[in-house]
């Protein structure tokens, strides 16, 4: 099973401010990583796929770059609804799908 | 529109069995796989079961091999989860997923919580 993990678990940044978050897998995935935006109450919701491709509707503040084993989720300049939880999610075919366990992003 | 509505979650005693269904609607069910995830109580996601879209090939991870059945009607556009053998560690909230035949999960629907408590 690839493990994966995500860095920081928590980050604090203020609302206009960039954000990058960090998702590493235990052996190479390709470009079989996606990341989803989760509130409280809700359920996740698709940002980005195939590493760096936005999904339907998300707005180009969001970006992913990576491949193989390093991926990160950047947010330009923060809204107050970009406030939530951030998960990775492999699915390259080696493996069962994985999630990582998550970072908090959190106003500072 | 796409559209998922999780059902038939409950308290449960441990050992004992139960059924969860979403029911999709505003898209062509037959076409997608399918997933359901689950996540416990202030935890992350876990991924507890995928059914290709016509049924043919099951997956799940070890945790709940041989005890949760996923399964599918495309004449009804239903997912189903059979959990047997429950396990107070069952505990969460269980989504479905439509997956466009790529592993990434582009909707979810609302969650079904499931409690196994004595």
């Known amino acids: 099973e690839i493990v994966m993990t995500q860095s920081p678990a928590t980050l604090s940044v203020s609302p206009g401010e960039r954000a990058t978050l960090s998702c590493r897998a235990s052996?190479?995935?390709?470009?079989?990583l996606a990341w989803y935006q989760q509130k409280p109450g809700q359920a996740p919701r698709l940002l980005m796929h195939t590493a760096s491709i936005r999904a339907t509707g998300i707005p180009a503040r969001f970006s992913g770059r990576g491949a193989g084993t390093e991926f990160t989720l950047t947010i330009s300049s923060l809204q107050s609804e970009d406030f939530a939880i951030y998960y990775c999610q492999q699915y390259n075919n080696k493996s069962p799908i994985t999630f990582g366990q998550g970072t908090r992003l959190e106003t500072k | 529109q796409v559209h998922l509505v999780e059902s038939g979650g409950g308290v449960v005693q441990p050992g004992r069995s139960l059924r969860v269904s979403c029911a999709a609607s505003?898209?062509?069910?037959?076409?997608?796989?399918m997933h359901w995830v689950r996540q416990a109580p202030g935890k992350g996601l876990e991924w507890v079961a995928v059914?290709?879209?016509?049924?043919?090939?099951?997956n799940y991870p070890d945790s709940v091999k041989g005890r949760f059945i996923i399964s599918r009607d495309n004449t009804k556009n239903t997912l189903y989860l059979q959990m047997n053998s429950l396990k107070t560690e069952d505990t969460a909230v269980y989504y479905c997923?439509?997956?466009?035949?790529?592993?990434?999960?582009?909707?979810w629907g609302q969650g079904t919580p499931v409690t196994v408590s004595s």
């Open positions: 997923a439509r997956d466009p035949n790529s592993g990434w999960l582009d909707s």
């Open positions: 505003g898209f062509s069910f037959s076409f997608f796989a």
């Open positions: 052996e190479s995935v390709g470009s079989d």
């Open positions: 059914i290709s879209f016509d049924g043919s090939n099951k």
